[in-house]
């Protein structure tokens, strides 16, 4: 077998200067937080290696007030940029200097009138990056379709993202040059990019199958794919070493190996470095797989450690050479150190990840261990539908990374509570309680859900709340809506209705005369059917009634406020202060004659009135509003003579 390496492979300027400032900014961050907008390049491993360092990921900085945010190498909008020069934030802008030739050249042709165009995937973060430097008002098209349905513009700016096939922008290009009458077409690939998918190109056409390195969700990554894939018939995506399907490529004769931007040279090298191994050695490693038979590459065996050092833990297996447990295989852990875990003489069971590691030693993993344990667990919860807890590592994509068992899972936001989350950051570094709803472990999908815990929670409360149900009884609850016909009530997981009957014992409108959403109110259970699932409650019912309180707090004579509520022909109802209505007679309204009651009174109108009759028996109250107004002028009167007797008095005097 013949290994050939493309000639331009792995980090390009742009991602290894990102990856340089960056790792000098963590190594040398002291108590200060450095934050990283964005995972700062498509590489899991990455990004891995550098949150290990304390490098945080975030998606925003709206809740950041202090420490330093790095930009990633996509670049970002102009809002964005500016918003956090303007905060109390130290901006380390890793943008690329090709991205950013772009994001200048787009606000300028944007700002003296063109219309902007990006040829690109408009999902991808230097294109939502390059778009914010012209208001976020440029036009995305990724295929010839949506170019030939462009409307036509007098004046047409075209860039591209960088890491775009030249083929692909030469079409797309060639159909937006005749949407308008100034077309400036500027093609903005990378020239790293182009040198990158020509190599590659180059090297697809001459061998049997062809390795690609990088990230999965990596753009220039699969747009190397895509083009092995036009030259050849065997084409590898991996994102490291372990991905390697080594018994498939020993079949072929000349295998070629090509790299994405963000593939680091660690990772290619380890990849390069087992090809090697497993051509030089495959005949002679079988032999000796075959001959011992107790021990195979993915066995589990016992062994004793003999000694630890802070950097591996050399393990006694009963054969034929010591294993070997390097630090990265202890544990999920990154932060562990081997002393903590084990010391000489510990008999322990490792995981064997191959037979020779280039200097003889078996090599041996016990953080693999722990995640075939750990998938052992998670496949046993999952079919006794038990209760686990889970880690939340960070927010993505419609819900949350979380960690269980040293194993990664989802938990999509619909199934994080039985509330509505708009702020899933908030959960990040959290330890939450869930169940696992869908498990799938060849396929290395394991979904939990939060939200079920609750449901059954609410439940169980649902059901107590049932049991404790008395007619009569008095409980407290909160409004939670209003309908024409009523307010319904939440009882703690039990929602019951106020009929709007039921909310005052003088008659309304609307529920919302009497409570509002959100207020707190004691009211009686009038009725209940589990069945139906139906709560019939009252508040009128907790209060005194208005004709109790009126009767002991009035009586005939009185001279009172109230409000008019109703008119008809022969009199007005004003409702007084206790709630209940009294009728002022047509002929009680004036002392002259109404003919009607609206020519003087309308709905709404506050009067002062005189109580002249009270009927206990059929709750009826007369009033007038003729006695009270006669009842002032005699004042007045009074008043007016006491005024003259004393002017006379005084005259005499004199």
């Not at 439940?459 to 407290?476: H, T, V």
């Not at 959403?517 to 009634?545: A, H, M, Y």
């Not at 509003?625 to 009842?631: A, L, P, R």
Request: aromatic content about 6%.
């Amino acid at each position: 077998m013949k290994l050939y390496i493309a000639e331009h492979a792995g980090f390009c300027f742009g991602v290894k200067r990102a990856v340089d400032i960056a790792t000098d900014i963590v190594n040398n961050r002291g108590d200060t937080n450095v934050y990283s907008l964005g995972p700062l390049v498509h590489n899991p491993q990455v990004v891995e290696n550098f949150s290990s360092k304390g490098l945080k990921v975030i998606d925003n900085t709206d809740n950041l007030k202090e420490g330093k945010v790095i930009i990633r190498s996509h670049g970002v909008s102009y809002i964005v940029e500016k918003k956090i020069e303007e905060s109390k934030l130290k901006l380390i802008d890793c943008t690329c200097p090709y991205v950013k030739a772009i994001h200048k050249r787009v606000k300028k042709y944007y700002d003296d009138g063109y219309k902007v165009i990006i040829i690109g995937d408009k999902n991808h973060p230097e294109v939502i990056g390059i778009n914010g430097w012209c208001n976020n008002d440029g036009i995305i098209v990724n295929t010839k379709k949506e170019a030939e349905i462009l409307p036509e513009y007098d004046k047409i700016c075209v860039v591209s993202q960088t890491t775009n096939t030249l083929d692909k922008f030469d079409k797309i290009s060639s159909i937006i040059k005749d949407k308008g009458k100034d077309v400036k077409i500027f093609n903005t690939i990378c020239n790293a990019t182009n040198l990158r998918q020509t190599a590659a190109e180059k090297l697809a056409k001459k061998v049997d199958a062809m390795i690609v390195i990088g990230g999965y969700h990596s753009s220039n990554t699969n747009k190397l794919v895509e083009i092995s894939k036009k030259y050849c018939n065997n084409v590898y995506h991996i994102e490291i070493s372990e991905d390697l399907p080594l018994q498939e490529l020993s079949k072929f004769n000349t295998i070629g190996i090509t790299a994405g931007a963000s593939t680091p040279d660690w990772i290619i090298k380890e990849v390069v470095d087992i090809m090697n191994n497993n051509n030089e050695n495959n005949e002679i490693m079988e032999a000796i797989e075959s001959s011992l038979v107790n021990i195979h590459r993915g066995d589990i065996v016992k062994g004793k450690v003999i000694y630890v050092t802070d950097e591996e833990v050399m393990v006694n297996i009963n054969y034929k050479s010591d294993g070997i447990i390097e630090k990265e295989e202890l544990s999920n852990d990154p932060n562990v150190k081997p002393k903590d875990l084990f010391k000489e003489g510990d008999e322990i069971e490792v995981y064997v990840v191959r037979l020779d590691d280039g200097e003889g030693n078996v090599v041996l993993s016990t953080r693999r261990l722990e995640t075939i344990r750990g998938w052992d667990r998670l496949e046993e919860s999952f079919e006794k539908q038990e209760e686990v807890e889970c880690k939340v590592l960070t927010d993505v994509k419609g819900g949350l990374s979380v960690t269980i068992n040293g194993v990664r899972a989802f938990m999509p936001a619909s199934q994080i509570s039985v509330d509505y989350v708009e702020d899933l950051s908030a959960y990040n570094g959290k330890t939450l309680k869930a169940k696992i709803i869908d498990f799938d472990r060849n396929k290395k999908r394991v979904i939990l859900s939060s939200r079920v815990i609750e449901e059954e929670k609410l439940e169980k409360k649902r059901e107590e709340l049932w049991n404790s149900l008395e007619i009569g009884k008095i409980i407290e609850g909160k409004v939670a809506r209003l309908t024409d016909f009523g307010a319904f009530v939440d009882l703690g997981g039990l929602d019951g209705l106020i009929h709007i009957s039921d909310l005052s014992w003088f008659r309304i409108e609307h529920p919302s005369e009497v409570v509002n959403v959100g207020e707190t109110v004691e009211v009686q259970i009038l009725d209940f059917d589990k069945e139906r699932n139906r709560i019939s409650l009252g508040l009128k019912q907790t209060l005194p009634q208005p004709w109790d309180v009126f009767i002991e707090n009035r009586k005939v004579g009185d001279i009172v406020e109230g409000k008019v509520v109703n008119i008809l022909d022969f009199g007005a109802f004003v409702r007084l202060e206790e709630g209940v209505d009294g009728l002022v007679h047509v002929s009680q309204i004036a002392k002259e004659h109404v003919d009607k009651p609206s020519d003087r009174l309308e709905v709404g109108q506050k009067v002062k009135v005189k109580i002249i009759d009270i009927n206990p028996k059929n709750e009826r109250i007369s009033l007038s509003i003729k006695e009270v107004e006669e009842s002032e002028e005699d004042i007045e009167e009074l008043e007016n003579k006491d005024l003259d007797v004393k002017i006379e008095d005084i005259i005499k005097n004199k």
